[in-house]
């Protein structure tokens, strides 16, 4: 299991996410992107325009290494944050589509699915993810 259906349905509802990146010196990059899961390959798919020719793309290309998250903040009285985080492996899929592909391999959520729940006693749901 990826995701649970319940953190599927917290990603459809999203349209915005940010991707970070390992550029050629170590250093880090952060870009917000459009995303969307894609069931046939268990996967999230990144898109954009030109993108094979940005940043983010070469980067994953030359190391693969990624991290990803999707988060809101539905109210802020009472204080309550929602999220997925993801961290994988990135697959640079070149082409006249290019699109950047996260293979999941840890998924990190917290708040989803649990709107009736008092903000300090929300639950960090943690798990690997096989290949």
Same mark, same amino acid.
């Given at each position: *299991?990826?995701?649970?259906?319940?953190?599927? &349905?917290?990603?459809?509802?999203?349209?915005?996410?940010?991707?970070? %990146?390992?550029?050629?010196?170590?250093?880090?990059?952060?870009?917000?992107?459009?995303?969307?899961? @894609?069931?046939? %390959?268990?996967?999230?798919?990144?898109?954009?325009?030109? *993108?094979?020719?940005?940043?983010?793309?070469? @980067?994953?290309?030359?190391?693969?290494?990624?991290?990803?998250?999707?988060?809101?903040?539905?109210? %802020?009285? =009472?204080?309550?944050?929602?999220?997925? &985080?993801?961290?994988?492996?990135? &697959?640079?899929?070149?082409? =006249?589509?290019?699109?950047?592909?996260?293979?999941?391999?840890?998924?990190?959520?917290?708040?989803?699915? &649990? =709107?009736? %729940?008092?903000?300090?006693?929300?639950?960090?749901?943690?798990?690997?993810?096989?290949?």
């Amino acid at each position: *299991m990826t995701f649970t259906a319940l953190e599927l &349905e917290y990603l459809a509802g999203q349209a915005l996410g940010r991707l970070a %990146t390992v550029q050629p010196d170590g250093t880090l990059q952060v870009s917000p992107v459009g995303f969307a899961w @894609n069931p046939d %390959t268990s996967t999230i798919d990144i898109r954009g325009f030109n *993108m094979a020719a940005s940043r983010k793309f070469r @980067n994953v290309a030359a190391n693969g290494r990624v991290a990803f998250v999707v988060d809101d903040l539905p109210s %802020t009285d =009472p204080w309550r944050v929602r999220c997925v &985080e993801i961290r994988g492996h990135g &697959e640079a899929v070149d082409g =006249p589509d290019a699109i950047i592909r996260i293979h999941p391999r840890r998924v990190i959520s917290f708040g989803v699915g &649990e =709107p009736d %729940t008092e903000p300090h006693r929300l639950t960090v749901h943690r798990r690997d993810v096989s290949a």
